[in-house]
């Protein structure tokens, strides 16, 4: 099965291309240029690179969210457009779930993403890794930083990553302490979120593209006004 899977929530745009359990590639550009000017122009690069079409896809996956509203709206627009006009199933995946995926890559343990919400929030969740994958410990939403930080455990080891750390680490680091530590990953996501969508077609959770929905913990600027 071959699978595209695209990233757009957050300014670490990415696009990846697996077949089976082989990543035959990840493009991934940080850019002041918008997602919408990049997204098909990396898409037909990554395809081409591998002397591929659209048409040879099998499924697709999308990080659905959360993350930037307008970025979501660009990967799930994309995403659907290409599903619909090639009747392929496509996975919606966890913004933050890819990202516990990526931070799990070191072995068991618990993991925490972190992405900045802007207004004083924080969309984030905690997993623990194991053999059998990734456990929802503390549900994935939006937080403000210290009710979030204050349900986290004492006295393990929590891996963070993510865009929030670089607003509220040293908030995080007076919470945690210690245990807190903070592996280097790339922000790019797009291989983890095509394992992931890989895993959710075949376990027959893929959707069509009329019913493919973004994932949002909470209402937009423009809807709350």
Not at 54 to 65: E, I, L, S, T, W
Not at 94 to 107: I, N
Not at 161 to 176: D, H, P
Not at 194 to 203: M, T
Request: glycine letters at 12%.
């Amino acid at each position: 099965m071959l699978v595209l899977a695209v990233d757009t929530t957050t300014p670490s745009g990415s696009v990846a291309l697996l077949e089976g359990e082989v990543l035959l590639g990840e493009a991934g550009i940080e850019s002041p240029a918008t997602h919408s000017a990049r997204l098909l122009r990396t898409i037909d690069f990554l395809l081409g690179a591998h002397g591929r079409d659209v048409k040879d896809v099998d499924a697709f996956a999308v990080a659905a969210g959360p993350g930037s509203f307008t970025g979501i709206r660009i990967g799930v627009g994309a995403v659907k457009a290409l599903a619909f006009a090639s009747g392929k199933p496509v996975a919606p995946v966890s913004t933050l779930l890819a990202l516990a995926e990526k931070l799990s890559g070191d072995g068991e343990g618990l993991v925490c993403p972190l992405l900045d919400a802007k207004k004083e929030e924080i969309y984030a969740g905690l997993f623990e890794a194991g053999a059998a994958g990734l456990a929802e410990i503390i549900p994935q939403g939006a937080y403000t930083p210290d009710a979030f930080f204050a349900r986290l455990p004492r006295g393990r080891a929590i891996a963070f990553a993510g865009s929030g750390l670089a607003v509220y680490r040293e908030k995080l680091l007076a919470a945690v302490g210690p245990g807190a530590c903070f592996p280097r990953r790339s922000s790019f996501i797009a291989a983890e979120v095509a394992r992931l969508g890989a895993a959710i077609v075949r376990g027959g959770g893929g959707v069509d593209a009329a019913a493919l929905e973004p994932i949002y913990y909470r209402r937009s600027q423009a809807e709350e006004k």
